[in-house]
């Protein structure tokens, strides 16, 4: 069974470049058609598509965040990374990674990692 | 990209159903049957209840169902029971740029 773990600090100042890794466990991050997506949710509001990216290194991105994300991949660590750049109070919440194999279908999903951004 | 519009609230008594809607247009819901449900219990991850419109993950009871007609994509949990109490999230897959995109989320309430 595949399992997802986030990782990263907790605590962000503005400004600066959010970092967030997701280790699979249970399988080859590289195998079959998966592909590995980043989804956040802001304290007591809906869910919100970051982005993701294919076994492959091919990525999409949800156009209101584009200019300052970043997915990608480490095949030799079975690990998929985030980077948001510029950060503001409004980029604070629960992150989660997630995967899939069919698009907008994520079978598998991490416990979600709450990420603050203050000074 | 707007996020699809889902009904704030839904409820219903125990062993009753309830049916949830999910609003998109023709570039999301209404054009493609990569429609999914989750399931989220409060402080929980999310958890796949419905894909590619109507089918179930194994392990998910047969009283989800999903469907679709037009620009529209509904869930429905009949027979409903205290573990069901939960926000409830679509998501469709949006051709344009290969994206996806999550519904505002509705809150079911057991009775």
């Known amino acids: 069974q595949v399992q997802l773990q986030e990782s990263g600090p907790g605590l962000v100042k503005p400004s600066q470049t959010l970092s967030l890794t997701c280790t699979v466990s249970?399988?080859?991050?590289?195998?079959?058609?998966?592909?590995w997506s980043w989804i956040r949710q802001p304290a007591g509001k809906g869910l919100e598509w970051i982005g993701r990216?294919?076994?492959?290194?091919?990525?999409n991105y949800n156009p209101s965040l584009k200019s300052r994300v970043t997915i990608s991949v480490d095949t030799s660590k079975n690990q998929f990374s985030l980077k948001l750049s510029s950060v503001t109070a409004a980029d604070t919440a629960v992150y989660y990674c997630?995967?899939?194999?069919?698009?907008?279908?994520?079978?598998?999903w991490g416990q979600g990692t709450l990420v603050t951004v203050s000074s | 990209q707007s996020a699809l519009t889902q009904p704030p609230s839904a409820s219903g008594s125990p062993g009753q159903s309830v049916t949830i809607s999910c609003t998109g247009t023709?570039?999301?819901?209404?054009?493609?049957?990569?429609v999914s449900w989750y399931q989220q219990h409060p402080g929980k991850a999310p958890k796949l209840m419905i894909y590619?419109?109507?089918k179930r993950p194994s392990g998910v009871p047969d009283r989800f169902s999903g469907s679709k007609s037009g620009n529209t994509a509904s869930l429905t949990v009949s027979g409903l029971q205290a573990e069901d109490e939960a926000d409830y999230y679509c998501?469709?897959?949006?051709?344009?740029?290969?994206?996806?995109?999550f519904g505002t989320g509705t809150k079911v309430t057991v009775l």
């Open positions: 998501s469709s897959y949006a051709g344009s740029n290969n994206l996806e995109v």
């Open positions: 590619e419109v109507s």
């Open positions: 023709s570039s999301d819901v209404g054009g493609y049957n990569y």
């Open positions: 997630a995967g899939g194999v069919v698009v907008a279908e994520l079978d598998y």
């Open positions: 990216i294919y076994t492959s290194g091919s990525t």
């Open positions: 249970g399988g080859s991050i590289s195998s079959g058609s998966y592909y």
